[in-house]
């Protein structure tokens, strides 16, 4: 019986690091392949995508940076995704307080709010929001894309927050309130600092929804001059026409993906801590 218990238990091991092997080589490999190809010419492209490249072509980045303006969008992205952050950090925080802190009227009624606008997605929204900003001559501003941006992640972030502040004991608010903090004293002294693990995981999971949302940006933002860095992108496959520049595609691919890869790497255990955190005093 132990045996075959064993025997059970290896194979289901067996199973699980495989499917585990396939699923990293499925994520990995497109990757390395899009790292790979951008460092090759058209000919070597089109002769066959799948050999190696002959040598490092930092051409294909420089046409992506001189003939799409990668570098403007790059600017443009990165004011537009800090901006945003900013902005819902500063809702999303302020909000999950006072739902997950205080007993008022209506209190539900707006907590069921914000779950309805989880299960919302902008796109179905996309042409009336356009509308609406187009006759408050909001449209073409990255201050209102940012705020749109923030708008989109809030109830999401809002229910995460929740969980962290419902974890933290009323005694610290009133000790500091018994020392001379206001309210106000006390929420930015006491819970900012203890639901920092929360903050962190908000800022990462919208760093990368900001970074490559295509969508809005296409709709909110006409001027070239303010487009990001996904419209980039569009645009460089635009100028090619037909005779598609493929290597200064993928560089431009990779433009796109370092920043998020580094991102992830410098923050993977903060997320998940956050994440287990935020679980367990939910």
Same mark, same amino acid.
């Given at each position: 019986m132990k045996n075959s218990r064993s025997l059970y238990n290896k194979i289901i091991g067996a199973v699980f690091r495989i499917v585990l092997l396939v699923n990293t080589i499925m994520v990995i490999y497109p990757l390395l392949w899009t790292v790979l190809t951008s460092f090759k010419t058209n000919t070597e492209i089109m002769d066959n995508p799948w050999l190696l490249p002959k040598g490092i072509n930092l051409e294909n980045y420089i046409t992506a940076f001189t003939k799409a303006n990668i570098g403007g969008y790059s600017v443009n992205s990165i004011l537009v995704t800090v901006g945003s952050i900013f902005l819902l950090v500063v809702m999303a925080v302020s909000s999950s307080y006072a739902l997950a802190r205080y007993e008022f009227p209506f209190r539900k009624f707006i907590k069921n709010i914000y779950m309805g606008g989880i299960f919302i997605q902008i796109t179905f929204i996309i042409i009336p929001l356009f509308l609406l900003m187009? /006759?408050?001559? #909001?449209?073409? &501003?990255?201050?209102?894309? *940012?705020?749109?941006?923030?708008? *989109?992640?809030?109830?999401?972030?809002?229910?995460?927050?929740? *969980?962290? #502040? /419902?974890?933290?004991? /009323?005694?610290?608010? &009133? *000790?500091? #309130?018994?020392?001379?903090?206001?309210?106000?004293?006390?929420?930015?002294?006491?819970?900012?600092?203890?639901? /920092?693990?929360?903050?962190?995981?908000?800022?990462?999971?919208?760093?990368?929804?900001?970074?490559?949302?295509?969508?809005l940006a296409m709709t909110l933002i006409s001027s070239d001059s303010k487009k990001t860095l996904p419209i980039g992108l569009a645009n460089l496959m635009e100028v090619q026409r037909y005779a598609t520049d493929w290597g200064a595609l993928f560089a431009g691919l990779v433009i796109v993906l370092v920043p998020t890869i580094i991102v992830y790497m410098l923050t993977q255990d903060k997320l998940t801590k956050g994440m287990q955190l935020g679980g367990l005093k939910g």
């Open positions: 187009t /006759k408050l001559h #909001m449209n073409d &501003n990255r201050f209102w894309l *940012s705020l749109v941006y923030a708008v *989109s992640q809030l109830p999401f972030s809002v229910y995460l927050l929740i *969980s962290f #502040m /419902k974890g933290i004991p /009323k005694d610290y608010e &009133n *000790s500091a #309130m018994i020392d001379g903090c206001g309210y106000a004293g006390a929420f930015i002294r006491i819970i900012v600092p203890l639901v /920092k693990p929360g903050i962190i995981t908000v800022v990462i999971f919208s760093f990368f929804a900001f970074w490559n949302e295509f969508p």
